[in-house]
């Protein structure tokens, strides 16, 4: 019979499995007592492998209790191998996994985030944006609790801390029960003017130039912009409206201690000086204009957010002002998507916020990096290894080639040509 075309979508897929795929080379997989073990994977579901080396180890799994996920590497901040692509990366690098059963994985990172809230954090990130069901075990552990505490307690100079504790609370709203603990925190007072007092702080901090050369080298430049409390706070103001008492209490310093400064008048320069501090002054704008969006049901706070902007220098004439600020209540959710779209940032952007964050980690990161470039620039065997899986893949993407068309895409024909 005639064989049925195969459609360009498998096509891909084959070529991504023809990628990944490489059982001949075992991964060290170890576990939290020790144990090891060299394990082969394949392109089947992640989570059936995670399942087999369970039952290699002789350990119970489940979806609930006894889930377990693994590890790229065993340090305490090790992303979560949460994909196919991941696997093939640790293989590439030569990663040993971290066999883990989730909830005590989850336990052990709030716990490091005690003692060592930087490296804590980056764990943290990696764990809740790597799979679901972590994130689940690290909301019902109260770690949102746990992130909100450190947000308040931090000190000036501790910004990229405050940066990522947003970054992970925001990964959490996604989920049903995340919104769920976040209005049942609202209920208890936990998002106070302290809380965020110290997210405007943050939103306005310079950002300081290297100290040497070496840090330089170690890729700790400049401090990138805090997006994610940017994307905290307009969030809190599209959810929770009511919370507009709070930050206009923390922006003007009650609930802190006795010398704090009123911070509209630096908002109010922010915005006027834009051209010089693009991001303080774009986030500042956005952030006066969602206040006063999100006040529209509490006359007293809107009056007094009003009498708090009164004089200040925004970038116009009074009545530039007035329209900008005031005169949008009537579009409240259009415009209020619109602000909370234009601060919003992707995963990828909010992992550079992280590493950036981490310096311990990102260096570790770049020192293994930097061991397994030489070794691949001095191993003539592995680069004759690489040669021939090229070849074979190759070979392959030929094969496949005499069912399908692929004259109409450019791309795959070139890659087949050469």
Known sequence: ????????????????????????????????????K???????????????????????????DDYHVLTSGLDPD???????????????????????????????????LKHNPQEGLVGLFQLVR???????????????????????????????????AMATLCELTPFATGMERLRLLDDENQFDPKFFRRLIETLLAPF?????????????TKRRPPFSVLYGILFFLQELPELTNALHAGIVGYASNANADDLYPQMGEAVDNELEEEFQGIAASLVLSAMTLAA??????????????DGLPLNG??????????????????????????????SAELTEAVLQSGSAHKSKLLQRLTKTQKR???????????RETLQRRQNTMARVSKFVNIDADGLLKQAVEN
């Open 208 to 220: 300081p130039d290297p100290v040497d050369a070496e840090q330089e080298v170690t890729g700790q």
């Open 317 to 346: 004439d009074t009545q530039d002002e007035e329209d900008t600020f005031f005169g949008c209540i009537s579009q409240k959710d259009h415009l209020m998507s619109h602000l909370l779209s234009s601060a919003m940032i992707s």
């Open 1 to 36: 019979s005639r064989k049925k075309p195969l459609r360009m979508k498998d096509v891909v897929q084959q070529v991504q499995e023809s990628l990944l795929a490489d059982p001949g080379r075992p991964l060290l997989v170890r576990t939290k007592t020790g144990e090891e």
């Open 38 to 64: 060299l394990l082969s994977f394949d392109n089947r579901p992640l989570q059936d492998q995670v399942k087999k080396c369970c039952h290699m180890f002789r350990l119970p799994y489940d979806e609930e």
């Open 130 to 164: 790597g799979d679901p069901q972590l994130s689940e075990f690290f909301i019902a552990a109260d770690g949102m609790e746990a992130l909100i505490a450190l947000i308040k307690f931090s000190q000036p100079g501790e910004e990229e801390i405050v940066e990522v």
């Open 376 to 386: 691949l620039d001095v191993t003539a065997n592995e680069n004759a290894i690489l």
């Open 78 to 112: 090790a992303g979560i191998v949460a994909t196919l692509t991941d696997l093939a990366e640790a293989r590439a690098l030569r990663i040993p996994l971290g066999l883990r059963r989730g909830i005590d994985l989850v336990m052990e990172r709030i716990e490091v």
């Open 296 to 309: 529209e049901e509490d006359e007293d706070c809107f009056k007094d957010i009003k009498d708090a902007l």
